[in-house]
């Protein structure tokens, strides 16, 4: 065996083990539906209150995005969960489980930040926080995803440092979250569709 084929070799064996820690239970056609569903919240705010200011505005931003969120959770996790129900076994079940560890911490503080920046009347550091909170929730899975997911994670760390500093009077706007939760989420899906076919090659 000469040198060039060992190196191909153990590249080969590289990339194996790499596919091994990802968690199969992602879905690219659930990441890509709650991308367009984002979308589709995005238009609903462009309808509605497309700039919010007073406080019914704010209130209907919030149910708008809180109820985008919830659907898209259901539709992410019940992936994984129909996952699950057609792999069974302890190693399944060891993945799914570092998977939800991995990414609930920053949903919980997601949340709890969107309370009492609400609370404190705080709106317009929402975005940034949810920019944020799902950055370090992709960078916590960060072995459990395609490595070009994590650049998309990347580019939700930069958008939410943008959204937090002072100069950002538009992170309200209505097309703000639909670049992130819309546009990125669909790339995501791509991403992990793209990775789930090169693994069957």
């Known amino acids: 065996m000469n040198r060039q084929q060992a190196a191909a070799d153990l590249a080969e064996v590289r990339r194996r083990l790499a596919g091994v820690q990802r968690f199969a239970g ?3 056609v659930a990441a890509v539906g709650s991308g367009f569903i984002g979308l589709c919240a ?3 705010q462009g309808i509605v209150a497309p700039h919010p200011h007073g406080e019914a505005a704010l209130h209907a931003y919030l149910t708008i995005w809180l109820s985008t969120l919830a659907v898209a959770l259901a539709l992410n996790y019940g992936a994984v969960a129909m996952w699950l129900a057609r792999n069974h076994g302890r190693h399944a079940l060891e993945q799914s489980r570092i998977a939800a560890i991995a990414i609930l911490p920053s949903i919980l503080f997601g949340g709890a930040l969107t309370v009492a920046l609400v609370d404190a009347g705080m ?4 975005p940034g ?3 944020g909170a799902y950055a370090v929730g992709l960078f916590a899975s960060r072995t459990l995803v395609p490595g070009s997911v994590v650049t998309v994670a990347g580019a939700f760390g930069v958008g939410a440092i943008a959204l937090l500093l002072p100069f950002s009077a538009f992170s309200l706007a209505w097309w703000v979250m639909p670049v992130g939760f819309g ?3 669909i790339a995501i899906g791509v991403c992990l569709a793209r990775d789930r076919a090169e693994a069957w090659l």
């Open 183 to 185: 546009f990125a989420q």
């Open 129 to 131: 926080v949810w920019y």
């Open 42 to 44: 995005g238009a609903v």
């Open 123 to 126: 709106w317009r550091l929402l």
């Open 26 to 28: 992602f879905s690219g």
